[in-house]
């Protein structure tokens, strides 16, 4: 793994709060270090073997001009998600976006702001114990697959499994996902309790029979402990409706906690 940096690139547009912002252009530089295999091709010494970083010039210069927004957090961020999203070589993206001219009234020597979008494979189990489980599995995966920013690349088959936990009474049907995720964890969380949602789940009896259930196993080698948010998934090597979907579709994915691969637990 290696690095492209690209400095100073300067790009005329509107973005900003203010009335006059968004209707007189004003410049905007971009500082952008991009993580991508560059041993590659230094090897071969082909420019099919890297990211051409004249088109990722060409690529933040339009989505800079082509959109106006009212801050250049989500500038930076928007810039750093479109050239992540386009270039599948590109493992991560960091944007610094400076505003030289922002409308400030006081003497300051730089406004910047900085953000890194990261592509991550994420794995999800599902689980449905009421309705017809089949055909919610099923547009649950066609749900997580349309959610920009989510990849999917293998979905397992689909195992019936005994209830878990000691309330729920109902045979459940599950599966796992295996995907390439350019949003955040929380976003992802966020995304997966809306879908949960559209297929009624209701968060009423712990471990009750749920129409749907979808947990984040692991994402990327990342360790979270926040609110509502813990990965790996703390349960995730207890539950055999986990570990058996997850087995065929990862069998080499490494706990970034114990160190062992899927195939060994």
Known sequence: MGAIDIKGLEVTACHGVLPQEKTNPQPFVFDISIDCDTLSAAKSDDVNDTVNYAE???????????????????????????????????????VTVHKPQAPVGLPFSDISVTARVERNKVVLSLGSSEGDRKATLDGAVKEISALRGV???KTSDYIKTEPYGGAAQ?????????????????DLLNAVHAIEAKFGRKREVRWGDRTLDIDIIFFGNKVIAEEGLSI?????????????PLKQIAPDFVCPVTGKRVSDM
Do not use: M, W
């Not at 790996?232 to 058996?244: E, I, N």
């Open 56 to 94: 990722v010039c060409e690529t933040v210069t339009a989505f800079c001009k082509q959109n106006s927004f009212n801050l250049i957090e989500r500038l930076a961020y928007g810039a750093a998600f479109t050239i992540v999203e386009k270039y599948a070589k590109i493992k991560a993206a960091e």
């Open 151 to 153: 990849k999917l690349l």
């Open 170 to 186: 109902n045979e459940f049907l599950n599966c796992a996902v295996l995907t390439e995720c350019l949003i955040s964890p929380r």
């Open 232 to 244: 790996p998934h703390p349960d995730y090597k207890s539950r055999d409706f986990v570990l058996t």
